[in-house]
């Protein structure tokens, strides 16, 4: 044996081992505190290494925000920790969010690039996902002047919205006052507005395609078991490199709709026509396309590839019908659940629209919707958690140090249902939400359904167009009320990517 080996293995006796393992370990936790060094609290001498703090998660939580909740109970509704590779900080204080989101969007507007990410969103091209950048400025503004175009056209909007809440209604009238799940009808119905939203007159999900498209996301949203456990995957980035399922089984979906989005989109280039204004979203897409490479804009041009396409249309179709469908679903079970709000409802709408269908105009005369419409949303909480930020450059939050680099979620749930800011926050009250002169308030602060900032909802308008559009055609209908008398819908949450009611089955009662 040579000299220099025989002289490592005379060292490697058991006590030198065990010394040199604790060496190292008092050498990991030196440099976790120097890491984390006046950033918010959080544990520190359970960081581990490789895995982090982990184990510090309650691993039988339902849902993401319960995972945090003892930390939140040790160390306060700001605190950091790490996962893996990332340093992880929560925000659950009304000051908290409100700095990051809004007062800072900025420099809070970045998001994790992880490899479930990169790889479902072919690299970050979407506007959800895709990091703060040049790419995601032009697209974020090509999908908001697209929106805006679209909801300009008020008679537009009106007739697509009201002609899928008029198939509602035919659907429900159809059950007979029997007890039937009206997750499906709601989902179609919104769908099919998005549908000739994104790609033109006459599309809906009555096209085999479509119905595909639809299926693959609802696949995507009810399958959270996969979604959570890839989301805690993520951040540790080896993982990608083992012989895990999962991360196929959550991202093959996806490269599905992009094949199906792809066959729509190559149809409609084959028979672009740039003399024509746009009359859609995949038009809109194709006709700034065609302007950059009049202008031979070549950086344009690179951010208007065939894969930013695939994932702007499927941001649009996604995100455009899921979080409403979502929202009208809750609508119901919370009205279900108190009927007197229910009746008011419909008192309101008898003065206002009596025997004709509710249009956008009554949206000013009926306050107590819009109210229903926001309560739901508060107390609902389509996303206890908005899609997380990360921080592009060195900042603070509530005094704390906030590296470049940290992964920031933003707990408007916690906000939402903040006994400091909102009485009996719980308690499904719309009335909070309107003024001693019987206005609705839409301005009151400590409200984030759809985020705030840079990285607001850019679908957030198109959104309460249509909810208020079917809330009001449905109930100046019907009268929903348990499926067996004294049954009224669960009001807790199931979490996934969003947080949606448990099915629950219900009655329309046709009114006179």
Not at 393 to 408: A, Q
Not at 486 to 505: M, N, R
Request: aromatic share 12%; charged share 20%.
């Amino acid at each position: 044996m040579p000299p220099v080996f025989a002289m490592i293995y005379n060292f490697l006796s058991m006590g030198n081992v065990l010394l040199l393992l604790l060496l190292l370990l008092m050498l990991h936790y030196l440099m976790v505190m120097y890491e984390f060094r006046n950033m918010p609290p959080g544990p520190r001498l359970t960081t581990l290494p490789v895995l982090g703090n982990l184990f510090s998660l309650d691993a039988k939580a339902e849902k993401l925000t319960d995972a945090f909740q003892s930390l939140s109970e040790t160390y306060g509704r700001v605190f950091s920790l790490k996962l893996g590779s990332y340093k992880f900080v929560m925000a659950s204080t009304p000051e908290a969010v409100k700095e990051m989101l809004v007062q800072k969007s900025v420099e809070y507007a970045g998001r994790p690039q992880t490899y479930s990410v990169k790889r479902r969103t072919l690299g970050g091209k979407d506007i959800a996902f895709g990091n703060y950048g040049p790419a995601w400025k032009f697209h974020r503004k090509l999908f908001t002047t697209a929106l805006r175009q679209y909801l300009s056209n008020i008679p537009l909007i009106e007739s697509r919205v009201s002609a899928q809440a008029e198939k509602m209604v035919q659907f429900m009238e159809e059950q007979g006052g029997k007890p039937f799940d009206p997750a499906d009808c709601l989902m179609r119905g919104v769908a099919d507005v998005i549908c000739g939203i994104t790609f033109g007159e006459g599309y809906d999900t009555t096209h085999p395609d479509l119905t595909k498209l639809l299926k693959l996301c609802a696949h995507v949203v009810e399958n959270d078991d996969v979604a959570r456990l890839v989301t805690m995957l993520d951040f540790f980035p080896f993982t990608q490199y083992l012989p895990i399922k999962a991360y196929d089984r959550f991202i093959q979906p996806f490269f599905s709709m992009f094949d199906i989005i792809g066959k729509f989109l190559k149809d409609r280039e084959d028979n672009f026509d740039p003399t024509q204004p746009a009359q859609d979203f995949i038009s809109s897409l194709l006709c700034a396309r065609n302007e950059a490479r009049f202008n031979s804009d070549e950086e344009r041009c690179a951010f208007l590839s065939n894969d930013y396409f695939l994932n702007d249309i499927e941001v649009m179709f996604a995100a455009g019908y899921e979080t409403t469908s979502t929202t009208l679903k809750w609508v119901i079970a919370y009205l279900v659940n108190y009927p007197k709000y229910q009746e008011d409802i419909q008192r309101q709408l008898d003065e206002v629209v009596g025997n004709r269908s509710p249009s956008l105009d009554d949206r000013p005369h009926l306050p107590l919707i819009q109210a229903t419409i926001i309560e739901t949303l508060r107390v609902g909480n389509v996303g206890p958690l908005l899609l997380p930020h990360v921080t592009i450059t060195d900042t603070t939050l509530c005094g704390y140090r906030i590296p470049k680099d940290t992964i920031v979620f933003a707990n408007t749930e916690a906000v939402h249902l903040n006994p400091k800011c909102w009485e009996n926050p719980k308690e499904f009250n719309p009335y909070r939400h309107i003024d001693p002169e019987g206005k609705v308030v839409t301005n009151q602060g400590n409200f984030y359904p759809f985020g705030a900032g840079r990285r607001v909802c850019a679908g957030e308008a198109l959104a309460k167009v249509k909810l208020f559009l079917f809330v009001s055609s449905l109930f100046h209908k019907f009268t929903f009320v348990p499926a067996e008398d004294g049954c009224p819908p669960s009001l807790k949450g199931v979490f996934s990517i969003t947080q949606f009611p448990a099915p629950y089955k219900i009655r329309a009662i046709k009114r006179k």
